[in-house]
């Protein structure tokens, strides 16, 4: 896919070499070229953003996490989350839920309504209100109930071939690992791929992504595709988690918020071929105005606008703005008041090296909570109590 928003025609190699690959990534019937996941993230990848990033270059791009459990209840919130492009193809959901029979009935309506191409079941999640019910991360550690659920959601898809797809962390901390074990019965359960962040449930998104347990997993699970996840925020990052653990593809999560254009970098360095110069402020301003389009195109503009403060941060990351315009852009309510900001920058500064690195919240580590007893017995298979009574959107 050939981006629609230009960018700086200046470029620069990689220090890394793009991976040999002897076939390309395919998930189900889709081949995913270059292999790049845009990681599902709530408030952030609903379809303006996808449809931004998609303008960029090919992959997959997932939708925001859906609850099981809303979706067969048709919560209006959930309904209107689980919108697509007309050309955006494959349509990529994200399931979350914990009990075997309503994430059965979720893909049964998903297949029969035609509601989505390709599903992905999130066992990743760490914000304790997920694990305090034990879902997300807690799940996995329950190897009898992550597997039902699984083998669930892929027989109720398997007849529409709708592939399933899988992610996991490490573990919900040190003493409790489960990712290679996740790995196996996902695999043994029927999923067509399976993604790992490197981080347990307990770092949150602190410290630094253990890669060695991309490579330990990809060891392990030999037949169907394996995907590293954690701290990618470059084309040269994505290069090095390939060469280094040997994984199938990415998922890029916070290294594009504020930087769609990343989507443009991978492509160029999996093709083997020089990565783009970041933008100049003027070109940012470009990529801003356009997200605010599709966010007032989506939600209307009042609502659109509001929803856009929250990635202002992110795209002036590093460029000399003063602090009175940042705040400004911070309460921005309108495509006009946008348009007048935009017009107070300088489009000839260039890309600042500062506005490299980790992005996003990265917060600190914690005691992962949990359902009372949760760490008792792997093997127990029952569904936690009230683990599904808060459903409202997501």
Sequence with gaps: MTATISASPETTSTSAVAPERATALRIGPYEVDPPVVLAPMAGITNVAFRRLCREYGAGLYVCEMITSRALVERHPTTLQMVTFDADEHPRS??????????????????VDENLADHIDMNFGCPVPKVTRKGGGSALPYKRKLFGDIVEAAVRAAEPAGVPVTVKFRIGIDDEHITHLDAGRIAEERGAAAVALHGRTASQRYSGQADWSAISRLKET??????????????????????????????????????????????????????????????????????????????????????????????????????????????LVSGL????????????????????????????????????????????????PVGAEVDHNGG
């Excluded at 959901?93 to 049964?108: F, H, S």
């Excluded at 990618?232 to 254009?261: H, K, N, Q, Y």
């Excluded at 599709?294 to 202002?312: I, S, T, V």
């Design 221 to 330: 699970v030999r037949s169907i595709p394996v995907l590293g996840n954690g701290d990618i925020f470059s084309a040269d990052d994505a290069l090095r988690m390939v060469a280094e653990t040997g994984c199938d593809g990415v998922v890029v999560g916070r290294g594009c918020l504020g930087r769609p254009w990343l989507f443009r970098d991978l492509q160029a360095a999996f093709a083997g071929e020089p990565v783009p110069e970041g933008p100049k402020l003027g070109e940012v301003a470009r990529v801003m105005r356009r997200h605010a389009e599709l966010l007032a195109d989506h939600m209307g503009e009042e609502r659109g606008l509001r929803d856009l403060r929250k990635h202002m941060a992110q795209y002036l990351r590093g460029f000399p703005v003063g602090s009175d315009l940042r705040h400004r852009f911070g």
């Design 93 to 110: 959901m994200q399931l979350y839920g914990v009990d075997p029979a309503t994430m059965r009935d979720a893909v049964q309506m998903i």
């Design 336 to 383: 006009a008041e946008l348009d007048d900001l935009l017009g107070a920058l300088d489009p000839e500064v260039p890309f600042p090296a500062d506005a490299e690195g980790p992005r996003g919240r990265q917060g600190s580590a914690g005691k992962v909570v949990l359902p009372e007893g949760w760490l008792d017995d792997p093997e127990d298979a029952s569904v």
